[in-house]
Nanobody, 115 residues
Framework: QVTVVESGGGLVQAGGSLRLSCVASGSIFSTYGADWYRQAPGYEREWVAGNPQGGDTAYANSVKGRFIISRDNAKNTIYLEMNNLKPEDTAVYYC?????????WGKGTLVTVSS
């Protein structure tokens, strides 16, 4: 069983930055793909960025050029660096680890961007 815990959310003004972290248990973290999703109030959960194991990173058009996903396998951690934040980035951000059709989700961390 893999446990996933997100952190780093908070309140920030528009134009500001935050870095989210996603720490996972388990000794084979490097073999998992990882994604960040977000869910704003009243909206469905949407994919934000992905970091497949051994593959290229990818981003939703809405965050491309502003967000950066990265991973530190030695620390079992996935990061999401968010720059030039906009009020429409306000959401609960979730981390997903995946491998061979199995998904592990965290409980999310809230990001609120004020105008």
């Amino acid at each position: 069983q893999v446990t996933v815990v997100e952190s780093g959310g908070g309140l920030v003004q528009a134009g500001g930055s935050l870095r989210l972290s996603c720490v996972a248990s388990g000794s084979i973290f490097s073999t998992y793909g990882a994604d960040w999703y977000r869910q704003a109030p009243g909206y469905e959960r949407e994919w934000v960025a992905g970091n497949p194991q051994g593959g290229d990173t990818a981003y939703a058009n809405s965050v491309k050029g502003r967000f950066i996903i990265s991973r530190d396998n030695a620390k079992n951690t996935i990061y999401l660096e968010m720059n030039n934040l906009k009020p429409e980035d306000t959401a609960v951000y979730y981390c997903r680890l995946w491998k061979a059709g199995v998904n592990y989700w965290g409980k999310g961390t809230l990001v609120t961007v004020s105008s």
